[in-house]
């Protein structure tokens, strides 16, 4: 995913960012307020040489040093602990006190820690009160409490900064992610941009939504609605001119009479330029809605399959050039297994009669036959305009590449295109 489809992610599911990012945070800030808390205090002693010492600035820095570390020891620290009265174990002490020579300076730091803050505060003062009478230099110091350690007003643990830091960005990682997943299985596509992205094919054409599934506007050359097929014709034949293709199989995505409308319009278009067409209709079975044949006993694709000549069962289509075979009367009878042994056999027939046949399948979302009628051939999707998923939509098309179809293109049918169009 690159980054400007995150990007519309995140705008498009920015009430789940805002939440995310608010629940991140709410959770980060009930940690840090339940996290034991430690407070730190330094007091600063400084060891200044006696005037009438023989010891070297060198040496005196190397005492100071040797000084410092005394500042955790247990001896130094069994007798603050008595001073104090402090309840804690002197080796919990040696862990909560050190000292520290600051370089260059006569300065030794003397820091202490303490869950209670005005413990750790005279913990290290009375530490740098003590340290002096473990001189290790022979009196070669004068000792100064040059800064007194006072109650901190903050705690050093846990880190605030540094939690703040990694709550930000644990929640900006979960806010992306949580974005991006419920936008691929929820958000639609609305546009072709979107198609072409999900189903890696170009995108035809994108057409109004007929307000009668019924009418044939192609059989009007000439009009503006006939010619939204004259430009899909076009579209459609030039993406086919590297690979000729001989069968299109039209299938909506979810089930409806849009993608029979615009495949019967097509054919009608192909017929009008002088192409001979053979509009096929695969919808076989009652759960598919009508026949678009005109007399019910007119034998049609299933009496093909079962073994029917292709020419009895042809009727005239309402243009020259274009005819007709109707799904017949299937019933209750299993019409799948025909599809997978004899549909590509007998529509080799009917390609070797005809410059293009054209059929309409059922939907991608009803069952298997459109991918298996494509199987040898090419598919032509027709996508309702947000309804379906670009997860649902990447999906069907590689259902349809997996049995050897060619994704010839797909076809976009909403609102948007009678705005484009007006």
């Known amino acids: 995913m690159e980054l400007h489809h995150i990007g519309g992610a995140l705008w498009r599911q920015r009430l789940l960012v805002l939440l995310v990012l608010l629940l991140t945070g709410c959770a980060v800030a009930v940690g840090v307020s339940l996290a034991p808390k430690t407070y730190r205090a330094t007091a600063v002693l400084a060891a200044t040489a006696d005037p009438g010492t023989s010891e070297s600035p060198d040496d005196l820095d190397a005492l100071r040093g040797t000084l410092a570390e005394l ?21 919990d002490l040696r862990s909560a006190v050190s000292g520290e020579w600051v370089g260059g300076t006569i300065l030794i730091q003397v820091v202490a820690e303490d869950a209670d803050p005005q413990v750790a505060a005279d913990l290290a003062n009375q530490v740098a009160m003590t340290l002096p009478y473990y001189d290790p230099s022979a009196n070669a110091f004068l000792f100064t409490q040059t800064n007194e350690a006072q109650a901190p007003r903050t705690y050093s643990s846990p880190d605030l900064l540094l939690a703040i830091g990694v709550g930000a960005a644990l929640a900006i990682v979960l806010a992306v992610a949580a974005a991006v997943a419920r936008d691929r299985r929820t958000s639609t596509v609305v546009d072709g941009a979107a198609l072409e992205d ?6 035809l054409g994108h057409v109004p939504v007929p307000r009668d599934p019924t009418t044939l506007p192609a059989l009007y050359p000439g009009t503006a609605a006939a010619d939204v097929f004259r430009q899909l014709r076009i579209a459609l034949e030039a993406q086919a001119a590297g690979s000729p293709v001989s069968r299109v199989v039209v299938a909506g995505v979810t089930p409806g009479e849009v993608n029979v409308w615009l495949g019967a319009n097509l054919a009608i278009s192909l017929a009008n330029v002088g192409r001979t067409v053979l509009l096929v209709d695969g919808r076989m079975g009652p759960r598919h809605g009508r026949s678009i044949a005109a007399e019910p006993d007119t034998p049609g694709l299933f009496d093909v ?5 292709l020419g009895r069962a042809v009727s005239p289509g309402p243009v020259d050039l274009l005819a007709v075979l109707p799904a017949g009367d299937a019933g209750a009878e299993p019409h799948e297994s025909m ?6 056999d007998r529509m080799a027939e009917a390609e070797a009669a005809y410059d293009v046949v054209i059929v309409l399948a059922p939907a991608l979302e009803t069952c298997d036959d459109a991918r298996v009628m494509a199987a040898r051939g090419a598919l032509l999707m027709v996508v309702p305009e947000g309804q379906v998923s670009a997860e649902a939509l990447r999906a069907h098309a590689d259902r349809v ?7 010839l293109g ?3 049918v909403g609102r948007r295109a009678e705005r484009v169009l007006t």
């Open 198 to 203: 999900a189903t890696d094919t170009p995108l």
């Open 339 to 344: 599809l997978e042994t004899v549909f590509a």
């Open 410 to 412: 797909a076809v976009l």
């Open 401 to 407: 590449r997996s049995v050897g179809a060619s994704l």
């Open 305 to 309: 399959l079962a073994g029917t000549d």
């Open 71 to 91: 500042a955790s020891s247990r001896e130094l620290l069994t007798e603050v602990q008595g001073e104090l009265d402090v309840d804690r174990d002197v080796s």
